[in-house]
């Protein structure tokens, strides 16, 4: 239920950024804490989508839920499944705040990928719906929608991490 409030309210084009239906509901002492970490990183995040964001290291217990925050409202239609993205993004690991992958690194070309086509982990899959061209997302994904209990064989993303992106839809 949590999921499916989260992923609606990201998709009214009214809503600001934080708050919005969201905060109207009450949370319970957990969502409060989880909620105060995410919109500290949410504040932290810049808005130009033309340079790579700095994401500052999460702070206190990761949110056991998928969230996604829009940080800048794109224009044009909204993705949904079967359409091409073309991406650029950040990730770091909730535990440690430490980056482990960003296409801007890349000599910033953008990662693309089919949407909804299980090309990339489920927490993309679901959290990059609704997303306009030109806009930038938080998405904080925990570890069932990312790389599980294995994380990743190169190591880089430990087993059972929360994840941490900022993208950009390019």
Same mark, same amino acid.
């Given at each position: 239920?949590?999921?499916?409030?989260?992923?609606?309210?990201? &998709?009214?084009?009214?809503?600001?950024?934080?708050?919005? /239906?969201?905060?109207? /509901?009450?949370?319970?002492?957990?969502?409060?804490?989880?909620?105060?970490?995410?919109?500290?990183?949410?504040?932290?995040? &810049?808005? %130009?989508?033309?340079?790579?964001? *700095?994401? $500052? /290291?999460?702070?206190?217990?990761?949110?056991? *839920?998928?969230?996604?925050?829009?940080?800048?409202?794109?224009?044009?239609?909204?993705?949904?499944?079967? %359409? *091409?993205?073309?991406?650029?993004?950040?990730?770091?690991?909730?535990?440690?705040?430490?980056?482990?992958?960003?296409?801007? %690194?890349?000599?910033?070309? $953008?990662?693309?990928?089919?949407? &909804?086509?299980?090309?990339?982990?489920?927490?993309?899959?679901?959290?990059?719906?609704?997303?306009?061209?030109?806009?930038?997302?938080?998405?904080?994904?925990?570890?069932?929608?990312?790389?599980?209990?294995? &994380?990743?064989?190169?190591?880089?993303?430990?087993?059972?991490?929360?994840?941490?992106?900022?993208? %950009?839809?390019?």
């Amino acid at each position: 239920l949590l999921l499916s409030v989260g992923i609606a309210a990201c &998709g009214e084009d009214d809503e600001p950024a934080s708050g919005g /239906a969201e905060s109207a /509901a009450t949370p319970t002492p957990t969502e409060t804490a989880s909620e105060s970490g995410v919109e500290a990183v949410v504040q932290a995040i &810049g808005e %130009d989508t033309k340079a790579k964001p *700095e994401i $500052p /290291a999460p702070q206190g217990d990761p949110p056991p *839920e998928l969230v996604i925050r829009d940080i800048v409202k794109g224009k044009g239609p909204k993705a949904k499944a079967g %359409d *091409e993205m073309s991406m650029q993004y950040v990730g770091v690991s909730w535990s440690t705040g430490q980056q482990f992958d960003a296409s801007w %690194d890349r000599g910033a070309q $953008p990662f693309t990928f089919q949407l &909804g086509a299980g090309m990339v982990i489920p927490g993309w899959d679901q959290g990059i719906v609704g997303l306009r061209k030109g806009g930038r997302r938080l998405l904080i994904i925990p570890p069932e929608m990312g790389y599980g209990a294995q &994380g990743t064989p190169d190591g880089a993303i430990a087993p059972n991490e929360t994840l941490v992106f900022v993208v %950009d839809r390019v």
